[in-house]
């Protein structure tokens, strides 16, 4: 048997708000940037570039999702456009596995697929890199690898991996999969050679995994294959149901590989603190910070001063509407506190003042009475969706670049400073048509809800609406 | 000799940065509010009123900041006009308080004066009440009289008053000032039943003040004698000096009555702190604010949500530029950290992003290469100054209300959803005509500067310029 091609298959889906407010129910943090300029996910994309090359990456997301990740992808110069796979809805792992492998065998006989989670992190690239040759071998010989991590410390936030008998010399077959552990336990399993924690990194024979869906799991399978594009009907049918649960806790070829580079799934802003280089006062310090006679904090600044004096352990993320000042051993119960604000049905928890869109982004200015003031900014090249409002008129003032507008019967084009009038009824859209992204400065009058009375004529997408 | 009248000077001059980031350079705390909506400054006058009677309090301040006590007064529905003596430079409370009793001498032969400072807080309005009218009787036998705090614990960070014999039964003569005390001397203090903290109140007849002026600080009453409208050239000559330093450690006249009510001069967030009153956790929780397992906070939020979780003894302040987070026994270094923001020359140290003005206020919305964006709120019946920009040109969006626009040649009436765009070069002017606040959106191109290359052709009080 010839050597098969490597394919890589990243999981964008997940919906975090463990790292609020940075992340947020709209804006998972495989979209956030913890440190520097990357996001998450390009970062992951770019930690395996070089090695699969990007013809051979695809990238699983939730339909709603997948703006956003070209979004990020095209900011590292990378054009996946049909490499990008929409889920209609949100599942777990295991279906979101099977869709991009099939995907995958839809246009190859078979191949070596490495599925990695988009929103984690990683140091020490050469053993990562020495690590996926070893998963590449185990993979050919009919394995389904999980890369297991040496145990930094006794983490009790991660569920471990119990290795069995030798497979070869670096790598077990897999005794059990093991839920989060308590103290005691951990240090155990730290003490322990053959106890790792489970990364959700995969690599595995695409035929292989079919093998072992038809026979762990045929429901998810049947469906799957059923139809070439998938419908939100369809998905709907597939179990909510994980990778681990659904194949590896069961299949017979299951193969666990130790790896021993620096890992975390940044959960909490716990574990993002103890992943990040730290200053002096062993602190981590993000934005325009001004630090007294503090140590052991995060603090992760956005667009305004933060000055903090005399604290220890405590982490602070300010973002645009909200900002989280919490303990930092603490920070695991900003998940049940994001709970209950979206109870509440605050605004904070789903989305930022700053809405990313297909065609650009949005940033809410001000709201008064009668009134709402935005900064809309379109990518070149793009449009808005064509639409009128029933209640609604607007001021546009073009604050940068060039806008194609059609505003009723007439389309203008409008200059750097230049503005228009969108009275109530007109159909109305804006179109950049320069090369550089395009400002608005909008003004809108009556009212002010979001969405409220919109009649969209074709959505974010250019598509015609139903 | 007859009953004289009693009047009341506040004392609203004095540029605090202790409790920033609520209190800038250009807006001192006495026009902050430390809980609920009113400022300190709002909160003196209307402690002091009923016993006064508007007609006889005035309030001395310096003349950038005369306008700013006319809109809180405004707010309380006093309009002072006259009674506002603006001190055309910062200087010391010597000074201010000779000025003030000079004004009201131009008007009565004699009067019993009270002087209040604004930026303090008081509790238990009988006690005061009480404590004002002892003062009266002493100031009538020509005692110079300061109200001397018993000490709620063993402060630090006050001046004392060590009291003397008995004057009677409820007023001692002043033996000395006593400056900051180590914990050692305060808790000595406490002990004995004739120290106080020095709370800069003052009850005098002013016939009485101008003697000691002469025979202690006659360099003071010269040049404030000399005109009857202070120039600054004039006013730059008088010295820097406490009212404390220049009469009341020197005189014989000076008595100290001892007044039980709860006072703070707020010089710091832990004294905020202490004052204010506490929910179930012993916080103090101002805004938007969601706290979780947290005890002993000062939590003041602004427009944004602000969620701690786990912190105890930290002081929290928000605001739409900057935030603070302290430990709160270390909120007193806050003045050394906004020194250092001073030498940075950071906007921050100096003033809000929502910056009032004669006419109304503005706030900074938004910044990019090449514009600006404001939101200008103009009272009714306010204009702003007549000016024109050499290389900026504004496009006007009138949100709400109605305006007034001179525009190069045109002078136009326009109401809410209308807009203008003001070409360089162009004279211009806006004038709020309705009855309510006029809100307009203004986007500034070209020069983006704060004052960049701004003609004024009058100035905010609508004065011809020079």
């Known amino acids: 048997m010839g050597k098969l091609k490597s394919h890589s298959i990243i999981l964008a889906g997940g919906s975090g708000t463990r790292l609020w407010p940075l992340s947020r129910e709209e804006y998972p943090k495989q979209f956030s940037n913890l440190s520097g300029s990357d996001s998450l996910l390009q970062t992951t994309y770019k930690r395996i570039l070089h090695h699969f090359g990007e013809e051979n990456i695809s990238v699983v997301v939730g339909e709603k999702h997948k703006f956003e990740v070209n979004r990020h992808l095209r900011e590292i110069n990378i054009d996946k456009g049909e490499m990008i796979i929409a889920e209609p809805l949100a599942r777990n792992t295991a279906p979101a596995i099977l869709y991009g492998t099939l995907k995958l065998l839809s246009e190859v006989d078979d191949a070596l697929v490495f599925v990695f989670p988009a929103d984690h992190v990683i140091e020490d690239l050469d053993s990562f890199e020495s690590a996926i040759m070893n998963a590449n071998l185990l993979a050919q010989d009919d394995y389904i690898v999980t890369f297991g991590i040496k145990p930094h410390f006794p983490e009790t936030g991660y569920g471990y991996i119990e290795g069995g008998s030798l497979i070869n010399d670096n790598s077990y077959s897999i005794n059990k999969f093991i839920e989060k552990p308590d103290e005691e336990k951990a240090n155990e399993y730290m003490s322990k050679g053959n106890y ?271």
Chains 1, 2 share one sequence.
Not at 214 to 240: C, F, R, V
Not at 278 to 287: A, D, I, R, T, W
Not at 403 to 426: H, L, S
């Open 196 to 466: 790792f924690w489970n990364g959700g990194i995969f690599a595995f024979k695409a035929s292989t995994i079919i093998k072992q869906f038809e026979i762990h799991a045929p429901e998810i399978l049947e469906i799957l294959s059923g139809t070439e594009n998938m419908d939100e009907q369809t998905y709907s049918k597939l179990p909510n149901i994980s990778f681990d649960y659904a194949i590896m806790e069961k299949t017979d070829r299951g193969a666990v590989l130790p790896v021993s580079f620096k890992w975390s799934d940044v959960g909490s802003w716990k574990s993002v603190f103890d992943f990040l280089p730290k200053e002096n006062n062993n602190n981590v310090l993000e934005g325009d910070i001004i630090a007294k006679n503090s140590k052991n904090c995060l603090i992760k600044g956005d667009r305004r001063l933060i000055v903090v004096n005399g604290l220890s352990d405590i982490a602070v993320v300010d973002t645009d509407d909200a900002v989280l000042i919490s303990h930092i051993d603490h920070s695991s119960n900003v998940k049940s506190i994001v709970n209950e604000l979206k109870e509440k049905g605050r605004q904070e928890s789903i989305t930022h003042n700053i809405v990313n869109k297909p065609w650009g982004y949005y940033i809410n200015l001000n709201e008064d009475h009668g009134y709402k003031v935005k900064k809309i900014v379109v990518n070149p090249g793009s449009k808005l969706s064509l639409q009128k409002h029933e209640h609604r008129s607007e001021h546009w003032i073009i604050s940068k670049g060039t806008a194609k507008v059609i505003n009723g019967e007439d389309t203008v084009i409008v200059k750097e400073k230049g503005a228009v009038f969108i009275p109530q009824q007109n159909v109305h859209r804006v179109e950049n048509i320069g090369d550089t992204p395009l400002h608005i400065i909008e003004v809108q009058f009556g009212d002010v809800l979001e969405e409220g009375d919109i009649v969209r004529l074709e959505d974010d997408y250019g598509r015609m609406s139903k």
